[in-house]
């Protein structure tokens, strides 16, 4: 993905991707120690200093390590770092190409999470029906 990236961003945004990555990875044992409760409660929190501070990308680490963890609590799955790119990448409206099996359902989930916290709307579309019902109910586990 990295070598993808190369191609369609400078390395300018390479570096600030990657450097968002390893903000979202030092904040993962902080995360990991919340209760559940207390971690719906930081996504209340989030919301609240989104809406007052106006502005979202602020607050990209933190929500991107809250839906790591929530990812790893509900389905047992982890988003590996090149998620969070590609998550990162989709966030900043452009378009990570991912192949089969890299995890591109999961990737999805981190943006739209920090849309909805910021009251901006967000489709997640995928090719056929049969998907659209699978990751709804897979993904919704998250949200």
């Known amino acids: 993905m990295l070598g993808f990236l190369k191609k369609i961003f400078s390395s300018r945004n390479i570096e600030e991707f990657s450097n968002i990555v390893n903000e979202i990875n030092a904040l993962e044992d902080s995360v990991r120690t ?4 207390a971690l719906k409660a930081e996504s209340l929190k989030l919301r609240d200093e989104i809406h007052a501070a106006g502005a979202p990308d602020l607050f ?7 839906v790591r963890e929530a990812a790893r609590r509900t389905l047992n799955q982890r988003p590996f770092d090149v998620q ?4 990162i990448v989709l966030y900043r409206g452009a378009v990570a190409e991912m192949a089969t099996g890299e995890g591109k359902t999961l990737a ?5 999470y920090l849309n909805a916290l910021s009251g901006k709307g967000m489709h997640v ?3 056929n029906e049969y998907l659209a019902r699978r990751d709804a109910v897979w993904m919704g586990q998250i949200y």
Not at 108 to 112: C, D, E, F
Request: net charge negative; aromatic share 4%; charged share 15%.
């Open 34 to 37: 919340l209760s559940d409760d």
């Open 60 to 66: 990209l680490p933190r929500a991107f390590a809250l």
């Open 84 to 87: 969070l790119l590609g998550g």
């Open 108 to 112: 999805a989930v981190a943006p739209a």
């Open 125 to 127: 579309v995928t090719v």
